[in-house]
């Protein structure tokens, strides 16, 4: 199994629609990160959450990490095309910030019109 | 334009052949790092360099060889690779590295180099 599993796999959501991606640790966690990538691209940092539950927003998207520091989620409203891509959370299992960092496999998020 | 450069952006080449993927960071970070991003798979770290010095090695075969020659440039030796190598290989860099700085959180990405292995 992976040391950090994201939920869902894929996602097709309607334009305008909200939606939710959830990223989970066996282990607590130092930190957790979330980036973007576009397909075949380099990885965009969206927030970085390292305080149990902690909650960061930017723009539409909030990001929260639970109270154990061992799940987040990241929420975007009323989606946009823009938002189309891959999210990816990246862990920082061992105190090393992101020098180190475990990602996920990612969450492969459609926006349809 | 994300400050981090990577050269070829795509690459083919054969077993038996000799190549290098090359990055370049224009932001004065101390810390560079090389991710290699493979079909239905994590993300994987495989070096970091931190003020020119090698601080992660991830268990990366023989047949990759990083070199740093300056906190500016990151490269990539390649050689008598396998097909399973084919994947799109990512540099990062940031402000903080191991030594000291201040960590913002943030990686900085260049697009990647697509490498297929015949």
């Known amino acids: 199994s992976q040391e950090l599993e994201q939920s869902p796999q894929s996602l097709i959501v309607q334009e305008g629609k909200n939606l939710t991606i959830n990223c989970t640790s066996s282990?607590?966690?130092?930190?957790l990160y979330w980036y973007k990538q576009k397909y075949g691209e380099g990885l965009i940092f969206l927030m970085m959450l390292q305080k149990g539950g902690e909650e960061k927003s930017h723009e539409k998207i909030t990001a929260k990490l639970d109270e154990k520091k061992q799940q987040s989620s990241l929420h975007i409203t009323a989606s946009q095309p823009s938002h189309a891509g891959i999210y990816l959370c990246?862990?920082?299992?061992?105190?090393?910030?992101?020098?180190?960092?475990?990602f996920g496999t990612g969450t492969r998020l459609t926006i349809i019109p | 334009e994300t400050g981090v450069t990577q050269t070829p952006r795509h690459l083919v080449m054969g077993m038996t052949n000799k190549k290098s993927l090359k990055c370049e960071q224009h932001l004065g970070h101390n810390a560079m790092y090389w991710y290699k991003q493979s079909a239905k798979k994590p993300l994987e770290l495989m070096f970091v360099y931190s003020l020119e010095e090698r601080v992660e090695n991830n268990s990366v075969p023989s047949r990759f060889s990083p070199e740093c020659p300056n906190s500016s440039h990151l490269f990539l030796h390649l050689h008598t690779l396998q097909p399973e190598d084919s994947a799109l290989y990512l540099c990062a860099s940031s402000p903080a590295g191991v030594a000291g700085g201040v960590n913002t959180g943030e990686l900085f990405f260049g697009e990647g180099s697509r490498l297929t292995v015949l």
């Open positions: 282990k607590t966690l130092y930190g």
């Open positions: 990246g862990a920082d299992r061992r105190g090393f910030g992101n020098e180190k960092l475990t």
